[in-house]
């Protein structure tokens, strides 16, 4: 079984929250079994649905109906289960997927100007979870913010949430998700920033999480 889910989050902006999928990582992370994916740009989709052809067992990629940031160029070697550091940083890390990841470097470059050096991760791979490079990236920056066009239960955030505690690498930890509630309809830039979406709201939470640090 592949599953491809398009216009994840609120990218199916107009329709409403009945279009709205912001409970789909949550759903797919509770199957047994299945793998779960979730599309930062268009060559790393490419490679998502080969993998997806190629691979054995339960799969799904949640995918977007926005234009994507172009991160990753033909030669990049992805590989399943494993995150990428798409951005080095010091201070704190932003783990991220999706829309989000592009949103998350746009709030590095915001902080960066205040002096603070923000590492960004896109963590594609949802199930399974690169838990050795949260856990890492946690020791290495003492701060981490998870980004997902989701809500706060339940998706990436909580997965962060769990390898932090199994791997014994508790920090300062912010959420950035909808607040478990449903979203209205309307611009999608515009229902980004309502919703605390968007580079400055990624930034502010960063910057109250690096408050927190020891």
Not at 42 to 65: C, I
Not at 105 to 115: C, R
Not at 184 to 193: A, F, I, V, W
Request: with cysteine.
């Amino acid at each position: 079984i592949k599953l491809m889910g398009a216009y994840g989050g609120l990218s199916d902006a107009f329709d409403g929250p009945t279009h709205h999928a912001l409970e789909d990582i949550a759903i797919m992370r509770a199957l047994p079994n299945f793998k779960v994916y979730v599309a930062s740009d268009a060559v790393q989709t490419d490679w998502l649905v080969r993998h997806a052809l190629e691979e054995n067992g339960p799969m799904y990629v949640r995918l977007s109906r926005d234009k994507m940031a172009d991160l990753y160029d033909e030669t990049t070697n992805f590989q399943d289960g494993k995150g990428f550091i798409v951005r080095p940083g010091s201070d704190a890390t932003i783990v991220a997927c999706g829309m989000m990841v592009g949103n998350s470097l746009q709030a590095a470059d915001i902080l960066e100007k205040e002096g603070l050096s923000v590492r960004v991760v896109d963590m594609f791979c949802i199930k399974p979870l690169d838990t050795e490079l949260i856990c890492r990236c946690a020791k290495e920056t003492g701060a981490i913010v998870s980004a997902e066009e989701h809500n706060i239960i339940g998706g990436l955030g909580g997965a962060v949430a769990e390898a932090l505690c199994a791997g014994n690498a508790a920090v300062p930890m912010g959420f950035i998700g909808t607040q478990d509630c449903h979203a209205e309809c309307g611009p999608y830039k515009t229902l980004l920033q309502a919703y605390g979406l968007d580079a400055e709201a990624i930034a502010n939470k960063v910057r109250e999480t690096v408050a927190k640090k020891k």
